[in-house]
């Protein structure tokens, strides 16, 4: 089974884009963010002449997370848990019935800038909600997998200048250490268990020739859980997709697991 996810910027934007990706990489199940779309305006038949079921949890002009698949879908939740007045739509997950079932939680984890301030602090205060989230799931045993853009750059070897990023609400301590508390609960980072070497970057800005500098950062990320590590055969990052027309800043991260 192959997932993948994919921050595609607006769907109107990538309407060509990203069909052609989804012919050539053909994964099972991708988790897309910033559809940019309310539910209604989401060109759902597009894709489902493709063979994906379609999901999707919109907002109107920016936001947005979907979940398209192959595969049979159940249980699809739509929000992270934990505040009930939170309308930004950034959190989307289903169980995926074939074979060994697995749940897929799809997220556009908040950006936070400018830091500090009332942005950095919903950052924070969104990624303890997904911890919490992330702590019922293991407790239930389930084989899941949280993919996304997570708005984290990790590890200084993520990014191509680290020292750049040192003020960015996505290289700042807290929000670091928020992302090693969720690995620590027991999740495995797909991309580093196949590839922990330097250079490997999922986005590169369109300002200042970052692109053809690879001047990048790794943000986008595929956690699994214990269950689901077990499982994995195979991860990677198409990178080549930020060099076709009219790409999206960030490129495709997929992973392969047994069925």
Known sequence: MKLATFNINGIKARIEALPAWLTAAAPDVVCLQEIKS??????????????????????????????????????VRRGLPGD??????????????????????????PNGNPAPGPKYEYK???????????????????????????????????AAKPEAWVGDALFLPESRAAFRRLANLGLTDAVRARDPSAGVYTFWDYQAG???????????????SPQAADRLEAAGIDKAVRGGEKPSDHVPVWVEIAA
């Open 210 to 224: 970052a692109w053809e500098r690879n001047n990048g950062i790794r943000i986008d990320h595929v956690m699994l």
């Open 84 to 109: 009930p007045g939170d309308e930004q739509a950034r959190w989307i997950e289903a169980v995926v019935d074939a074979g060994r079932p697995v749940r897929v939680c799809g997220l556009y984890l």
């Open 124 to 158: 924070l205060a969104w990624m303890a909600r997904m911890e919490a989230r992330v702590r019922e799931l293991l407790a239930s045993e389930e084989h899941f997998v949280c993919l996304g853009d997570y708005n984290v750059i990790p590890l200084a070897v993520d």
């Open 38 to 75: 309310v539910d209604e305006g989401f060109p759902r038949e597009l894709f489902e002449g493709l063979g994906y079921r379609v999901e999707t949890h919109g907002q109107k002009g920016f936001n947005g997370v979907a979940i398209l698949s192959k595969l049979p879908l159940s249980d």
